[in-house]
């Protein structure tokens, strides 16, 4: 296999690998490190690609797994890791800015709190847009248990945001 064709199919999943590494590690940087080693690992398995049936949810599985890993490091442990999500630049006043960023930053509070086959399973689903046999085989789990957890964590989100609207704590 040739550099060019090793671009030409991870180019188009890079930055779905790099957003799934990123929930993981919470860290540019260290989502960085991840992408980095699963490129190696991937480079040199590149006479395994011919037999995969679904590339993508490979590269995806590696990624997670490498991630896993590297979460478990003492190194990774001793180091504090935070998340600054993004607020969407439309035409708002600044008291809807802050009502949106507060909104935006509850939903992915509730999304980390969740247990973490359901916020891997969130993530992959209505993040990065992945079919459910598709998750299934990334997290190599039963396709059923793919649709049981989103279910889960959609109606957990669901409750406890209709819970601190009606009680107005945000």
Not at 25 to 53: F, H
Not at 124 to 130: I, N, Q
Not at 139 to 152: A, G, S, T
Request: aromatic residues 8%.
């Amino acid at each position: 296999m040739s550099l060019e064709d090793f671009n030409s199919r991870i180019l188009p999943v890079k930055s779905k690998m790099f957003r799934f590494a990123l929930k993981f590690m919470k860290s540019k940087e260290e989502a960085e490190d991840v992408i980095q080693e699963v490129l190696i690992k991937i480079w040199k398995q590149q006479n395994r690609l011919g037999e995969l049936l679904n590339f993508e949810a490979w590269c995806m599985k590696l990624v997670k797994n490498q991630s896993l890993d590297r979460l478990k490091s003492v190194h990774y442990r001793n180091q504090a890791a935070s998340i600054n999500p993004e607020l969407p630049s439309e035409n708002k006043n600044p008291y809807q800015h802050v009502e949106m960023g507060n909104s935006i930053q509850r939903v992915h509070q509730l999304i980390n709190s969740l247990p973490d086959k359901q916020k891997e399973i969130i993530h992959l689903r209505d993040v990065e847009g992945y079919a459910y046999q598709e998750i299934a085989d990334i997290l190599e789990i039963d396709l059923n248990m793919v649709k049981v957890y989103l279910f889960r964590a959609r109606n957990t989100i669901k409750a406890k945001l209709i819970n601190a609207e009606a009680y107005g704590n945000r």
